[in-house]
T-cell receptor, first 107, second 114 residues
């Protein structure tokens, strides 16, 4: 089977840095993706890691360790608009999304 | 570039009925995936269609079926609706069914079963 674990909630202040962790168990593994979803909106793609290491895209970075079945999303210089749910997703046998982490950014 | 569009946006049905949800993929995309998202949870993969063929299926019963057309638009059909089928149904299009390709999601269809 396939399963992913993420913290349910994270709170931080504007300008801070926050890390959202994701651990996974999957039969077969091609890569780890991250998606952002605002309340009432559609998920939007943030990043994809197929190999170990850090991928940086602007204020967002994503890390993968295949040997540890672990990854994280790092959000820097937090802004109020970053308040949303963040999902890690694994493509193994099929696409599997994690339960999501609700990020609240406080002024 | 036209994004992913889904119809209808909201739908109310009763137990035992059947429903068809529709999705138009983003231009240039040949792969469509369908997801069910319950409130406060992550999207659950239903199935994927690549070039009109089913290309993977999640843990959903056979009463969930789909179709992809030559223009790569897609339908999700659900028979014998149950109360637990109440959810947001999301369609996502991508290129070539590959994991490294971003999935572009529509705004979803909110299905309520009474």
């Amino acid at each position: 089977g396939q399963s992913l674990e993420q913290p349910s909630e994270v709170t931080a202040v504007e300008g801070a840095i926050v890390q959202i962790n994701c651990t996974y168990q999957t039969s077969g593994f091609y890569g780890l993706s991250w998606y952002q979803q605002h309340d009432g909106g559609a998920p939007t793609f943030l990043s994809y890691n197929a190999l170990d290491g850090l991928e940086e895209t602007g204020r967002f970075s994503s890390f993968l360790s295949r040997s540890d079945s672990y990854g994280y999303l790092l959000l820097q210089e937090l802004q109020m608009k970053d308040s949303a749910s963040y999902f890690c997703a694994v493509y193994g046998q099929n696409f599997v999304f994690g339960p999501g982490t609700r990020l609240s950014v406080l002024p | 570039e036209t994004g992913v569009t889904q119809s209808p946006t909201h739908l109310i049905k009763t137990r035992g009925q059947q429903v068809t949800l529709r999705c138009s993929s983003q231009s240039g995309h040949n792969t469509v995936s369908w997801y069910q998202q319950a409130l406060g949870q992550g999207p659950q993969f239903i199935f994927q269609y690549y070039r009109e063929e089913e290309n993977g299926r999640g843990n959903f019963p056979p009463r969930f079926s789909g179709l992809q057309f030559p223009n790569y638009s897609s339908e999700l059909n659900v028979n014998a609706l149950e109360l637990d089928d109440s959810a947001l149904y999301l369609c996502a299009s991508s290129l070539n069914g590959q994991s490294n390709q971003p999935q572009h999601f529509g705004d979803g269809t909110r299905l309520s079963i009474l």
